[in-house]
């Protein structure tokens, strides 16, 4: 009597539990500070094991494929879990419930029919005998059918806010480079183009709030990765924020208002996604994303382009300065999450995800050439076609 008392409590808190957990995840639109969840201690066991594995890996294409199906495989082993947690628990419920009965059924047959309920079957080989027994199977019933509703309705809104996050992580890769950096795209938009940068920067503190609110409600997705191996939404987000940097520090020919404003809503998402998976922030000092030589190379660039920077003698110390604000924070995130954060110079051999095989590098280079305006139409005209010669035998022959 004492074991089926004792069984019976523990399947009523297993129940509230896990009618909770999945009531906090999929259906109320906020963060939850309460430390004990089954979410969150499944995400972190789950997360551990399957990055042990990572770090295993030779960094590349292979060890991002085994990475990118962590997210979707964990909500669906979540999924399951709650489903078994339930039908357990209203299994062993019904057990209790009936064990002073002579005709009662093993705890194995109760496991069954609980299955049979939850998932609405009704095959009607075994039945509950009591009113209280009766009254659990109803109740478990209306629980399996609601669960199967809400999930089926919760993936279609997980993805559509996956989708609108990663749709400016791919548009940022024409302007930005990949992986995206604050040089590039800085530099891009030095010829015309700087006063489309107010509206750019304002599309991403929009992106940073809506970010924010979807990360909180639905905290998985940050497990979910970008369609490209060097593309993330954290190496675009470090992107945006240096760039607003240099032009916080020294950029002379965009008003800084709007930089500002995008700096401090990205630095609000990172200070809350640490906070929210328990992330502290790292020793990084910055010196690995922008050395001393690559700050040179930084200016050298900024001035073969046009792009006038009045930062004074103090700029460097000002810049680190404002760096350290932001990036221990984003190093913390980018080492809990295994993602690379981009350098603040592209790599030389760097090029666009569209600008991917042999056709793709000429495409891009006869691109740049047709748009560059700085010199006299004929010479742009000149030297674009050869590469236009090119390309167009290239797609002929293929």
Known sequence: MHIAQAAEALAVLVVVLVLQDAFEVMLLPRRISRRIRITRFFFRLAWFAWSSVARGLRPGP???????????????????????????????LEWSLQTNLAHASSVGDQLYMSGVTFFTLGYGDIVPHTVWTRAISVVEAGTGLGFLAVVIGYMPVLYQVFSRREAHVIQLDVRAGTPPTAATLLSRHADGGLDKLDALLREWEVWGSDLLESHLSYPMLIYYRSQHDNQSWLAALGAVMDTCALILVGVDDVQPLQARMTFTMARQVIVEMARTFHVSPSRYDGGDRLPPE?????????????????????????????????????????????????????????????????????????????????????????????????????????
């Not at 962590?70 to 039908?87: D, E, N």
């Not at 932001?326 to 600008?355: F, I, K, N, T």
């Open 62 to 92: 292979g060890r991002e494929r085994y990475l990118s199906v962590f997210g979707p495989l964990s909500m669906v082993v979540l999924f399951a879990f709650w489903a078994g947690c339930l039908i357990l628990a209203f299994g062993v």
């Open 294 to 398: 690559d700050y040179d190379r930084l200016l050298d660039r900024f001035a073969r382009v046009g792009l006038r920077w009045d930062g004074g003698s103090g700029a460097r110390e000002t810049l680190v300065a404002l760096r350290a604000t932001y990036e221990p924070l984003l190093d913390g995130l980018a080492a809990a999450l295994l993602l690379e954060l981009p350098r603040w110079m592209p790599e030389d051999d760097a090029s666009d995800v569209w600008q991917g095989g042999h056709r793709g590098l000429i495409a891009g280079r006869l691109v740049e050439q047709l748009a560059d305006r700085r010199d006299t139409s004929a010479e742009t005209l000149a030297g674009a076609a050869p590469l236009g010669r090119k390309l167009r035998a290239r797609l002929s022959r293929d």
